[in-house]
């Protein structure tokens, strides 16, 4: 059975920072490209970043020196540093993992930035 479980999604004050964290298991995880994807109310679901199983990473503009994404393949983990959060980056985020095969999601996790 194929488990992506996020967490460390909240409210938090523009310009603070939160980590998120997605733990996998079912996958072979090293063989995935890891990805943070988020949608907020009335928008697409759009990607904020991802690496692939080489580590080659890709930033949405949106997020590009603001958010850090990682990978632990020993740990099957994936991890979203955000940084200076804005009102916009409201969202529910979700972690994927898809190769050519196969594309999995987790249940999401909410992201509220707001004074």
């Known amino acids: 059975q194929v488990q992506l479980v996020e967490s460390g999604g909240g409210l938090v004050q523009p310009g603070g920072s939160l980590r998120l964290s997605c733990a996998v298991s079912?996958?072979?995880?090293?063989?995935?490209?890891m990805g943070w994807y988020r949608q907020a109310p009335g928008k697409q679901r759009e990607l904020v970043a991802d690496i692939t199983s080489g580590s080659s990473i890709n930033y949405a503009d949106a997020v590009k020196g603001r958010f850090t994404i990682s990978r632990d393949n020993a740990k099957k983990t994936v991890t979203l540093q955000m940084n200076s959060l804005k009102p916009e980056d409201t969202a529910v985020y979700y972690c994927?993992?898809?190769?050519?095969?196969?594309?999995?999601w987790g249940q999401g996790t909410q992201v509220t930035v707001s004074s």
């Open positions: 994927n993992a898809k190769n050519r095969w196969f594309d999995y």
């Open positions: 079912g996958i072979t995880f090293s063989m995935y490209t």
